[in-house]
């Protein structure tokens, strides 16, 4: 019997570990914009809350759709309110489509200060986006199509989106750290649907990794990682300052030691963290990078 979950039960519901997902995109989205001096304040701050609000509804999101499908039955992976029976169904999906509702307030903000009334589109598809992740009779998320859905939203459209409501428009900066971030955020998902393999397996969610195999699957994480690193270099032969950037790369020597060493289960959590870390560091230095450098 689901009861009232406790206050602590929803922050942990929140999954606070993927926070990283949507701060870097907006930090390293708002050095570009500062580096060609178009940095508006106002909209950083409520693109970072879009963002935010986002990842916290999609999150409730999925926890809500895969808690009703039996998804999460028999997870190795962060507690979950509505398969641990900690909360009802309703208000779990309540609570994503407050988390929603708030983050179209917010995205009008971005529009309104901006002038970019196109991007009201944009918001409504990064709302269904997160929704049919793992929402509705055919979920994206189920297809295969995790990976590429992160990789744009929470990528390329949240990164040159700060961009372009800042600076009406998007550099060849941005879209590299577009590029980088999509790469970050996709081998997140890659570790954590690594690590779901066998359960996500027999409860038919065919993720990426499920489809891949095992092997490849950890080719694909150890390609995503790197990635963003090559982008450096690429970045750093018009601004030296993007050498920042190899400061997250340390973080990663942990997750890619037990990706390649095949590591399973619990002791692939820790590269979810690591992963999401290195984001948000590589974001912070490139972001800075740019905001020195650009000029």
């Known amino acids: 019997m689901a009861h009232m979950a406790t206050v602590a039960q929803w922050i942990e519901g929140a999954r ?22 178009e940095f508006d304040p106002a909209i950083a701050v409520l ?18 759709s895969d808690g009703i499908r039996g998804t999460d039955a028999d997870r190795i992976g962060p ?36 002038g970019q009334w196109w991007m009201l589109a944009l918001g409504a598809l990064c709302i269904a986006g997160a929704w049919f992740y793992t929402g509705g009779r055919k979920p994206y998320g189920y297809a295969g199509l995790g990976e590429v859905a992160v990789f744009l939203f929470f990528g ?23 590029v980088a971030i999509g790469s970050f955020s996709s081998a ?11 359960t996500d397996r027999t409860t038919g969610k065919r993720t990426l990794a499920v489809l891949l195999g095992d092997r490849d699957t950890r080719t694909l994480y150890v390609t995503l990682v ?25 973080l990663l020597v942990t997750s890619l030691r037990a990706v390649l060493t095949g590591a399973k289960g619990r002791k692939l959590i820790p590269a979810l963290r690591d992963t999401g870390f290195a984001m948000l560091l590589w974001a912070v230095a490139t972001g800075i990078a740019f905001a020195l450098g650009q000029g």
């Open 79 to 114: 507690f979950r309110l509505v398969g641990s029976g900690a909360a009802e169904p309703g208000a779990v999906r309540t609570a994503a489509w407050v988390c929603f509702g708030l983050a179209a307030l917010a995205g009008i903000g971005v529009v309104v200060l901006s």
């Open 156 to 178: 390329v459209i949240a990164v040159l989106g700060t961009q372009f409501a800042q600076a009406a428009g998007v550099t060849g900066f941005g879209i590299g750290a577009a």
């Open 188 to 198: 997140v998902l890659v570790a954590n649907n690594l690590r779901d393999i066998p």
């Open 16 to 37: 606070i570990r993927t926070f990283p997902n949507a701060i870097a995109p907006v930090l390293v989205g708002t050095g570009a914009a500062a580096g060609i001096d």
């Open 226 to 250: 790197l990635v963003p690193f090559l982008i450096t270099v690429l970045i750093a032969l018009r601004n030296t300052w993007a050498l920042l950037g190899f400061l997250a790369l340390p």
């Open 47 to 64: 693109a970072l809350a879009v963002s935010m609000l986002l990842i916290i509804g999609v999150n409730f999101a999925n926890d809500y």
